[in-house]
């Protein structure tokens, strides 16, 4: 089936605005994570959802950033009041809960705030 | 679950070359996993090993893994440009409060042609 599908893939915000990113898992893959990529920077975990678990939210940088799963499929992560910051690729991945816990990746968001 | 720290942090060789790359981890695992990173986008799984696995191929891949040394190596056979990429690895543990993968800064490989 298809893979992991984010959008919009680009997305230019003005300091201030608020913006939302979406992430289409695979389906029946009952894991979601949201990670960010600064320039030239590694992965740093945002949040993650597991089947109806409350999500684990450690990994936000600040109450500006939310997500949500709705009928544990599709995600969106919010970002209200953007700043320059937070420009950054947004990526999205899903996997099978299980010990193997291999991730599947979307192509990401790449936010540009300016 | 814990961060791999990758090395070294860049690699340039030769098209037709070998290219290692290493992973270092601090406590036990249930597997290691190798992701690949094309210009800045999505991470692609590479290949997985499990603890009680020593080695696993795949394709032009092969991985070690040695738990006694908390250590992983990736080697990437006969490499071609289109290897160029960063390269990652991830530490997994069952038993981990976490499910998210950490990831390090990477192994940037360039494949010269």
């Known amino acids: 089936g298809a893979g992991v599908s984010q959008s919009p893939s680009n997305k230019v915000t003005e300091k201030g605005k608020d913006v939302e990113l979406r992430c289409d898992p695979i389906?029946?893959?009952?894991?979601l994570y949201w990670y960010r990529q600064s320039l030239g920077q590694g992965l740093e975990f945002l949040i993650y959802?597991?089947?109806?678990?409350?999500?684990?939210k450690s990994g936000l940088p600040s109450d500006r950033f939310s997500a949500e799963r709705t009928g544990g499929s599709v995600s969106t992560l919010t970002i209200q009041r953007t700043q320059q910051e937070d420009s950054a690729v947004y990526l999205c991945a899903s996997s099978l809960w299980g010990t193997s816990h291999e991730q599947y990746f979307g192509p990401g968001t790449r936010l540009t705030v300016t | 679950s814990q961060q791999g720290e990758e090395d070294p942090q860049a690699l340039s060789i030769q098209e037709g070359e070998n290219a290692t790359m290493n992973c270092s981890y601090k406590t036990s695992i249930n597997n290691l996993q190798w992701y690949r990173q094309n210009s800045g986008r999505g991470l692609v799984h590479l290949i997985l090993i499990r603890s009680n696995e020593r080695e696993k191929h795949s394709g032009r891949l092969r991985v070690t893994l040695d738990t006694s040394k908390k250590s992983s190596s990736l080697l990437i056979t006969a490499s071609r440009a289109a290897d160029t990429a960063s390269y990652f690895c991830?530490?997994?543990?069952?038993?981990?409060?976490?499910?998210?993968?950490?990831f390090g800064k990477g192994t940037k490989l360039s494949v010269k042609p």
């Open positions: 959802f597991q089947g109806n678990s409350a999500p684990d």
């Open positions: 991830a530490p997994w543990n069952y038993g981990g409060s976490q499910g998210n993968l950490i």
């Open positions: 389906s029946g893959h009952t894991a």
